[in-house]
């Protein structure tokens, strides 16, 4: 992560933190205890440690933050802000809002927890799960050259062992992604609906 100062594992806690007897300082730990967790589970998930955190921040101070404020409080640089929030914005979980007092730009995170996740999965789905699908249909078109008419049974049996793993992993993304449209139309809604339904079931 692009840091200013010296790379380290702390959490970002803020000054009024490390007072006990500060107000809000159980809050303020709270808070920087998140935000590490948060920046810990996305980078597990491929996703850039800083932006998860500039992520979480936004979400749990539930205001409107602007760029200085996100350098300030998560010790990164201004370039690593701004790239961040723009990717944020573009993947419709942080909305840009131009402050015309100050003439400068804030950023609010979606507070919706649904609506939230629901976003998230589209976008891992528009840019992983549909490209695999392509992935899947090249490799069924090249297994086809190998069939019955190769001449040759031992490779003809296992063009056709291939053809029927593809085909089933074809069927189970098309499955997956006609649920996933299904649900994700309603946004958080749609969501919150399939996991009630699953809770009704485990009941």
């Known amino acids: 992560m692009n840091r200013t100062g010296p790379a380290t594992d702390a959490s970002p806690i803020p000054a ?3 007072r006990t007897d500060a107000p809000g300082a159980a809050l303020d ?3 920087a205890r998140f935000i590490e967790l948060w920046g810990r589970m996305a980078a597990s998930w491929g996703v850039p440690r800083s932006m998860a955190e500039v992520h979480a921040l936004l979400f749990v101070d539930g205001g409107m933050l602007n760029t200085d404020q996100l350098m300030a409080r998560l010790g990164i640089s201004r370039g690593n ?3 961040t929030t723009r990717t944020l ?3 419709g979980i942080v909305t840009r809002v131009h402050n015309r007092e100050d003439r400068r730009d804030y950023f609010r995170a979606e507070q919706d927890v ?3 996740f629901a976003t998230v999965i589209r976008v891992r789905k528009r840019r992983e799960i549909d490209p695999l699908m392509g992935l899947v249909e090249e490799c069924r078109a090249l297994a086809s050259g190998a069939g019955p ?3 040759c049974a ?3 049996a296992r063009a056709a062992d291939l053809e ?4 089933d992993i074809a069927s189970f993304i098309r499955t997956f992604d006609v649920l996933a449209e299904h649900y994700l139309t309603s946004g958080g809604d749609g969501i919150a609906g399939a996991f009630g339904a699953l809770g009704e079931r485990s009941a």
């Open 16 to 18: 009024a933190a490390a």
């Open 89 to 91: 914005v573009e993947w």
């Open 164 to 167: 029927r793993k593809l085909r």
């Open 81 to 83: 802000a701004s790239m």
């Open 114 to 116: 649904w609506t939230l």
């Open 154 to 156: 031992e490779t003809a």
């Open 149 to 151: 008419g190769c001449g």
């Open 29 to 31: 730990r709270a808070h």
